[in-house]
């Protein structure tokens, strides 16, 4: 086994919740103080907008404290429907409602503007987003999106995405010869089969993110490595820790290494194969995308 195989079969730790700790963002839920107490209530408040209801996971704002909880808060609570399009957002209620700075509330709300949650515009002020002027294709709204009441069509269409990018960065990648990527892959697949064998999802789940990332670079592609993002999203999304499956199997095990041997061969026809093969466990994604005939 490589080194950095070994490296990380030992270095796997519980995954991180995505909660806030003691003294951050979250001891401020959005609904934590009756209306009864403030002198002037948000614009938002309603019974419908209680943040304690949307499920606190992250992915590009973990660690970076009060900021990225608030820009993870504000995120979640337009993703899913709480504050819908066209909802004011007054920075100095958010300041006060979350106990942050002017600094913080400003930045944050830089950030979902980037993502297209929100716009701020002169004389109008800073308004939620439609859903088409969204950013789909950010890890972030990927993630609330999937852990809302949108995860359905989330997942679906992370799906049927995938379905069109990583068979056609297989049937590439079998054109690279890069050894020292196909060893890594490789390493993988050695790596998820020891994790299936002690039950360890944390560490299966972590092999399997590196193998499709390192798939999508060894294609060769740098618009489909721009998408890899997209991957690692759905990944993270997909219901469990391996691509498409509930838990760590022996078929997901033996597709991962039939795609390995196939590009040791340079045969490109089997690597899109058996990463369809892969991908193949959700009828619904047949249905839409159908895999191209056998010549």
């Not at 304690?52 to 704002?61: A, C, E, I, K, L």
Request: glycine residues 10%; contains cysteine.
């Amino acid at each position: 086994m490589s080194t950095l195989a070994h490296t990380m079969m030992t270095a796997a730790r519980p995954a991180d919740t995505g909660l806030a700790g003691p003294g951050e963002l979250d001891r401020y839920p959005y609904a934590e103080s009756p209306v009864s107490d403030r002198a002037t209530p948000p614009s938002w408040d309603g019974p419908d907008t209680e943040l304690g209801r949307v499920g606190r996971r992250t992915t590009g704002n973990r660690g970076r404290g009060l900021h990225g909880q608030l820009v993870q808060q504000l995120g979640q609570m337009i993703v899913s429907g709480d504050l819908g399009a066209d909802r004011p957002l007054v920075p100095e209620e958010i300041g006060q409602r979350f106990e942050v700075s002017r600094t913080v509330v400003r930045e944050s709300l830089r950030v979902l503007e980037a993502k297209g949650l929100v716009s701020a515009r002169p004389n109008v002020g800073t308004r939620v987003r439609p859903v088409a002027d969204w950013n789909l294709l950010d890890a972030d709204i990927i993630e609330w999106r999937a852990f809302g009441p949108q995860r359905d069509d989330q997942r679906r269409e992370l799906s049927e995405l995938r379905w069109t990018i990583e068979p056609l960065a297989a049937r590439l990648a079998a054109g690279h010869s890069r050894e020292d990527i196909q060893q890594r892959l490789g390493d993988m697949v050695e790596i998820m089969g020891h994790a299936l064998a002690q039950g360890d999802g944390i560490t299966f789940s972590r092999a399997d993110a590196e193998f499709h990332s390192l798939l999508i670079q060894l294609a060769g592609n740098r618009m489909l490595e721009h998408l890899s993002g997209i991957v690692s999203a759905a990944l993270q999304v997909s219901g469990g820790p391996v691509t498409g499956c509930d838990r760590p199997n022996e078929a997901s095990l033996a597709h991962h290494a039939r795609i390995v041997e196939a590009l040791a061969a340079g045969d490109a026809h089997a690597a899109e194969s058996a990463m369809r093969q892969l991908l193949t466990v959700h009828p619904e994604v047949e249905r839409v995308v159908p895999a191209p005939r056998e010549h």
